[in-house]
Protein backbone atom coordinates (compact mmCIF):
# COMPACT_ATOMS: atom_id res chain seq x y z
CA UNK A 1 0.00 0.00 0.00
CA UNK A 2 1.88 3.28 -0.61
CA UNK A 3 -0.20 6.55 0.41
CA UNK A 4 -1.08 9.51 -2.44
CA UNK A 5 -1.45 12.62 -0.59
CA UNK A 6 0.85 15.26 -1.29
CA UNK A 7 3.52 16.21 0.78
CA UNK A 8 2.57 13.43 3.48
CA UNK A 9 3.75 10.27 1.83
CA UNK A 10 6.39 8.92 0.42
CA UNK A 11 5.72 7.46 -2.46
CA UNK A 12 9.10 4.92 -1.92
CA UNK A 13 8.01 4.21 1.45
CA UNK A 14 5.58 1.90 2.64
CA UNK A 15 2.53 3.05 4.95
CA UNK A 16 1.57 0.70 7.36
CA UNK A 17 -0.89 3.13 9.25
CA UNK A 18 -3.99 1.47 7.91
CA UNK A 19 -2.77 -1.76 9.21
CA UNK A 20 -2.07 -0.32 13.02
CA UNK A 21 -4.24 2.66 12.83
CA UNK A 22 -7.92 2.60 13.43
CA UNK A 23 -8.51 -1.60 12.21
CA UNK A 24 -6.31 -2.45 15.08
CA UNK A 25 -7.78 0.02 17.65
CA UNK A 26 -11.55 -1.34 16.24
CA UNK A 27 -9.84 -5.15 16.46
CA UNK A 28 -8.89 -4.16 20.30
CA UNK A 29 -12.49 -2.87 20.87
CA UNK A 30 -14.18 -5.73 19.03
CA UNK A 31 -11.78 -8.42 20.89
CA UNK A 32 -12.98 -6.44 24.14
CA UNK A 33 -16.63 -6.79 24.01
CA UNK A 34 -16.38 -10.87 21.98
CA UNK A 35 -13.65 -12.33 23.90
CA UNK A 36 -14.54 -15.86 25.12
CA UNK A 37 -17.28 -16.12 21.60
CA UNK A 38 -14.97 -16.54 18.91
CA UNK A 39 -16.93 -17.14 16.36
CA UNK A 40 -19.05 -13.63 16.97
CA UNK A 41 -15.27 -12.17 17.21
CA UNK A 42 -14.68 -13.37 13.83
CA UNK A 43 -18.13 -12.54 12.36
CA UNK A 44 -17.80 -9.04 13.79
CA UNK A 45 -14.04 -8.56 12.32
CA UNK A 46 -15.06 -9.93 8.90
CA UNK A 47 -18.02 -7.86 8.53
CA UNK A 48 -15.46 -4.32 9.81
CA UNK A 49 -12.93 -5.71 7.30
CA UNK A 50 -14.93 -6.40 4.42
CA UNK A 51 -16.52 -2.81 4.88
CA UNK A 52 -13.15 -0.91 4.98
CA UNK A 53 -11.88 -2.98 2.08
CA UNK A 54 -14.94 -2.97 -0.92
CA UNK A 55 -16.64 0.23 0.07
CA UNK A 56 -14.15 2.27 1.60
CA UNK A 57 -11.07 1.24 -0.41
CA UNK A 58 -12.91 1.97 -3.77
CA UNK A 59 -13.97 5.59 -2.27
CA UNK A 60 -9.92 5.85 -1.15
CA UNK A 61 -8.61 4.64 -4.31
CA UNK A 62 -11.18 7.35 -6.51
CA UNK A 63 -10.30 10.44 -4.04
CA UNK A 64 -6.64 9.83 -4.85
CA UNK A 65 -5.75 8.71 -1.23
CA UNK A 66 -4.34 5.67 -1.58
CA UNK A 67 -4.18 2.93 -3.53
CA UNK A 68 -3.32 -0.86 -3.61
CA UNK A 69 0.10 -2.23 -5.82
CA UNK A 70 1.19 -5.57 -4.84
CA UNK A 71 -2.13 -6.95 -3.47
CA UNK A 72 -6.02 -7.43 -4.59
CA UNK A 73 -8.51 -6.79 -1.98
CA UNK A 74 -9.28 -10.15 -1.42
CA UNK A 75 -5.79 -10.29 -0.08
CA UNK A 76 -5.65 -7.54 1.90
CA UNK A 77 -9.32 -8.62 3.64
CA UNK A 78 -7.31 -11.95 4.56
CA UNK A 79 -4.27 -9.95 5.80
CA UNK A 80 -6.51 -8.32 8.41
CA UNK A 81 -8.41 -11.48 9.66
CA UNK A 82 -4.90 -13.13 10.10
CA UNK A 83 -3.71 -10.25 12.42
CA UNK A 84 -7.10 -10.18 14.08
CA UNK A 85 -6.57 -14.43 14.41
CA UNK A 86 -3.00 -13.65 15.82
CA UNK A 87 -4.12 -10.81 17.66
CA UNK A 88 -7.17 -13.43 19.39
CA UNK A 89 -4.66 -16.15 19.60
CA UNK A 90 -2.02 -14.02 21.79
CA UNK A 91 -4.28 -12.61 23.83
CA UNK A 92 -5.94 -15.96 24.70
CA UNK A 93 -2.20 -18.04 25.19
CA UNK A 94 -1.55 -14.53 27.41
CA UNK A 95 -4.66 -14.69 29.42
CA UNK A 96 -4.39 -18.47 30.30
CA UNK A 97 -0.39 -18.13 32.16
CA UNK A 98 -2.33 -15.25 33.67
CA UNK A 99 -4.71 -17.29 35.22
CA UNK A 100 -2.64 -20.26 36.42
Known sequence: MVGNLPHTFSPDKRDDTVCIG??????????????????QFLFLNLVVDAFFVYPFYLWFKKLGIWTLLRMN??????????????MYGFHHVFIAKRER
Open 22 to 39: PFFTGSIFILKYTYGRLP
Open 73 to 86: QLQLLLVFLTKSLL
